[in-house]
């Protein structure tokens, strides 16, 4: 039975250097297979990415949920179906 309370993966982006962060969360989240969720933790909101993925998956191939909304530090749980 797969544990509810944590994500399959967790990507802290918060010291990395801004511009090598977005290929390396959208890098994290295209290696994850159906069904698996991708924690993410920014210092930022993380709107970028669900834009992105709407536009290139659409709505109904991920579920991007809010777990903590700033303001040092937003975290994500985004979940490929």
Known sequence: MK?????????DVRDVEPRFRFEMIMGAYHA??????????VDHDPTCMYYTLKAEHGDES????????????????????
Not at 3 to 11: G, I, Q, S
Not at 34 to 39: K, M, Q, S, T
Request: glycine content about 6%.
């Open 62 to 81: 991920f579920d991007f949920r809010y777990l903590e909304k700033g303001p040092e530090t937003w975290h994500v749980r985004v979940s490929k179906r």
């Open 32 to 41: 994850l297979d159906a069904g698996e969720e991708l924690d993410l933790l």
């Open 3 to 11: 544990n509810t309370e944590t994500a399959d993966t967790r990507l």
